[in-house]
Structure formats: C-alpha cells, structure tokens
C-alpha cells in the first residue's frame, strides 16, 4: 500500500478550496510553491489540513468523486467548506501532518462539536432580526449586519459565521492552530455574548 498525503489549502476566495495529494517527502516543497505561485488562475493559497494515510491516491480519488459536483472545472478547486472535507479527512486512518502535533481524534471531536453548535445558532431564535447589527467579542469596532436566520453581510459580501470568524482572525494573525470555530461564541448582541442569549 503506498502512503502519502492529502492536504486541504484555503484560497484568496472565501469558500473555495484547493484538495490535493503529494507523496509525503515532498509535502513542505508543494506547499510552498503553492503558496508563493497559486494554482489554476487562484492566488493566495495557505496550507489548512494535511493528513498522511495509506493509500493515498485511492482516497484523495474518492473526495474527487463525492465533492465532484462542487468541482471548479477540471480543477482541484472545490466550493466547499472547508472544516466539512477535514471532518471527512479526520476520520481517516492516518497521522496529521498540518498543523503539527494535533491529536486527530481530540481534534475530529472538537471540530463536530463546533459544527453541531453552531448549526444549532439562528439569529431568529434570539430575537436577533435583520437589519440588527452584531459585535465582534475580540475588537467591538469590527460589526456585521445580520442578513438572515443565519447569515451576516460583512464589507458588502454574505457570510455565516464561522467561516466570518475564520477570516478576521486570519486577516488579524491570530488563527488558531485548529482553524475551526464556533462563529457565535465570538460574537455578540448589545453587550450579550450570542451563545449567552436565551432563545425568545
């Protein structure tokens, strides 16, 4: 059985992912000449997950086949969210190669709480309505206007949550080495913590 490694990389287009594989040896190489060169007219990859598992081209076959209507084209370009191809990647047997040392299985469990929590968040239930306009916990001058039952209007682009949160801490250098959030525990309504509010 040849191993090798599947990787996840985030572009410079929020929702669009890049799936690849590369023999392990030559993992830090491709990564870095993504990032500095891009791939397939996209710019501004960042390496996101990367796992090392047995029969390396099989698998990564298969995600190229069950996200295929996600598919850019001919591309390894997927619309997609990005912690759902991880969870996916998570429960593969293997050694999480990016980012270092990380428990797979610690990591398969928070990532599945997240997402469960916060598909459970909806701005109606709190009595949140649109047009209302949400804090940011870490930096109150950051805002976002409430759209939706679960979407937020951010610098004139649509965003749930999570992948809202992701990209400020990324833009701030602060991302966690996970890279998963529960997008509303960092924000909040009137001085109130979202995930603090009591459903109306």
């Known amino acids: ?16 992912i890049k799936i690849g594989k590369t023999q392990t040896k030559n993992f830090q190489e491709r990564m870095r000449f993504l990032e500095a060169n891009g791939y397939y007219n996209t710019v501004g990859l960042r390496r996101f997950f990367a796992i090392e598992v047995e029969d390396y081209d ?7 086949e069950v ?21 996916l990647l998570l429960s593969f047997e293997g050694k999480v190669v990016f ?3 990380v428990d797979r299985e610690k990591e398969f469990d928070e990532v599945t709480v997240a997402k469960k929590q916060d598909a459970l968040f909806t701005f109606y239930r709190k009595g949140i309505k649109n047009g209302d306009i949400i ?21 004139g682009q649509e965003y749930l949550l999570s992948p809202l949160t ?5 833009e701030r250098g602060h991302l966690r080495d996970s890279g ?5 525990r960092h924000w909040s309504y009137e001085g109130v913590r979202l995930t603090k509010m009591k459903d109306v």
């Open 1 to 16: 059985m040849s191993k090798g490694v599947i990787y996840i990389m985030t572009t410079a287009v929020t929702g669009l």
């Open 135 to 155: 804090h940011f916990i870490d930096d109150d001058s950051i805002t976002a206007k409430v759209i939706g039952d679960r979407k937020v209007e951010y610098e």
């Open 180 to 184: 998963s959030y529960q997008g509303a």
């Open 67 to 87: 996200f295929s209507k996600h598919r850019v084209e001919e591309s390894e370009l997927f619309a997609l969210d990005k912690d759902l191809v991880k969870r």
């Open 99 to 101: 980012p270092e040392n």
């Open 166 to 170: 992701y990209k400020i801490y990324e």
């Open 58 to 64: 099989d698998k990564e076959g298969l995600l190229q």
